[in-house]
Each structure stands twice: as structure tokens, then as C-alpha cells.
């Protein structure tokens, strides 16, 4: 099983509509992350989290909301999808201070 | 605020040929470094990482990248490409001004010709 699991992998949604995207993780970490994918742009962090009570805005917060059932779950919400909002995104995680962070798979979004 | 940048948005060489990848970073404290590659339809895989011990780093698959303090650079490279390089590379930077979150360039996607 994959340490960080994504779901679902690739969801199409009209926009209006509200989504969640699911995140869990086996690592034991108390950090996590979730990140947008474009193409040229690299990845933009939209919200993060250092424990189950500590929940940040990144550079692109706007239109998302999340929130971290457990140290292992950590969802994304898009309260009411809009097309700029397609996307590939990521979550992430890591443990405290420089080490690397885990990825999961990604979510493949389309909203039309 | 820290930053990359990734000079070139698509790099192309022979196999066999040197493989470099720019990377140039922002911070006002001394940073950690990564290297991240993605292949296809796939999430992001560590290549390597700078954490302040020595300043030439080896990481999977013979990349290597050297942090240069001087000149805020950590360019990848690969003395001989092989065509299963072919993927995006993602530099990034993390540091205790940001808590430690990471911060991605904009990535280099490298093609490799036969």
C-alpha cells in the first residue's frame, strides 16, 4: 500500500458544485500539505498543516478549505468549483524539519 | 520570503550527454534544498537532498547537485542521460523562516533525444 493515498484519483465535476478531495497517510507524520499542479507554474502550496490543530493558509488559498480529521486524514474542499480551479493536485506529507516530504499520487480535476 | 527559480522550462540533450538542471534559490537563513522528479501520470519522487552536511550531494539514479552558497545555486547534474530520464524535475527549498514547508520552482521538464 502506498504510504500516502490519494482519492479519488481523477474526477470531473461541474463548476458550482462542491468537492472534496481525501488524503491519508501511513507515515506517522504530523505534517501535511496540499499542493496545486499547472502546467509552467510548478507547484503552489494551497493549505498545510503541522498538526491536527494547526491548519495554515499557503500562496493560493482562495476558493479552498481543508480540514484535518487525524493525524493521518487530510481533505481539500472546493466549496464551489469554478473551471480555473482545474487542475492536477497533490497532498503531501513530512515530519519536522528538513526532511523530505511524500507524495501521494495525485487527483487529476476537471471542472466544467 | 524564500524562492526558486529554475532557468529553463524544457532542457534537451543526446543520450549520453551531460545532464544540467539551474537551480536558483532565495532565503535569508540557510536553506534545505530538494530535488524532486515526476514521471508521467505519477506523484513526486526525492532525487536528492542538501541539508547542510557536505556540499556535493549524491542522489538515486546518478544525479548529484552541489549547493553553492556564493552563488545561491543547486544545479543537478548527470554525467551521461539515459532515456528513462525523461520526467520533470522540480527544485525546492525549505528553511526555518517558512517552518520548514517546502517551496517549488516552477520545474524543468528534460527530454532526451536517442
Known amino acids: 500500500d502506498a504510504d500516502v493515498t490519494q482519492t479519488p484519483r481523477n474526477r470531473i465535476t461541474k463548476t458550482g458544485k462542491r468537492i472534496m478531495l481525501e488524503c491519508s497517510q501511513t507515515?506517522?507524520?504530523?505534517?501535511m500539505y496540499w499542493y496545486r499542479q499547472d502546467p509552467g507554474l510548478g507547484l503552489q502550496l494551497i493549505y498545510y498543516s503541522f498538526d491536527v490543530k494547526d491548519i495554515n493558509k499557503g500562496e493560493i488559498s482562495d476558493g479552498y478549505s481543508v480540514s484535518r480529521q487525524a493525524q493521518a486524514k487530510f481533505s481539500l474542499s472546493l466549496e464551489s468549483a469554478i473551471p480555473n480551479q482545474t487542475a492536477l493536485y497533490f497532498c503531501?506529507?513530512?515530519?519536522?524539519?528538513?526532511?523530505?516530504?511524500?507524495f501521494g499520487q495525485g487527483t487529476r480535476l476537471t471542472v466544467v | 520570503a524564500q524562492s526558486v527559480t529554475q532557468l529553463g522550462s524544457h532542457v534537451s540533450v543526446s543520450e549520453g550527454a551531460l545532464v544540467l538542471l539551474r537551480c536558483n534559490y532565495s532565503?535569508?537563513?540557510?536553506?534545505?534544498l530538494f530535488w524532486y522528479v515526476q514521471y508521467p501520470n505519477q506523484g513526486l519522487q526525492l532525487l536528492l537532498k542538501y541539508t547542510s552536511a557536505a556540499t556535493l550531494v549524491k542522489g538515486i539514479n546518478g544525479f548529484e547537485a552541489e549547493f553553492k552558497k556564493s552563488e545561491t545555486s543547486f544545479h543537478l547534474t548527470k554525467p551521461s542521460a539515459h532515456m528513462s530520464d525523461a520526467a520533470e524535475y522540480f527544485c525546492?527549498?525549505?528553511?526555518?523562516?517558512?517552518?520548514?514547508?517546502?517551496?517549488f520552482g516552477s520545474g524543468t521538464r528534460l527530454l532526451v533525444r536517442p
Open positions: 525546492a527549498v525549505s528553511d526555518l523562516d517558512s517552518s520548514y514547508k517546502l517551496i
Open positions: 503531501a506529507t513530512s515530519g519536522r524539519q528538513n526532511t523530505e516530504a511524500f
Open positions: 507515515k506517522g507524520h504530523d505534517r
Open positions: 532565503s535569508s537563513v540557510p536553506p534545505y
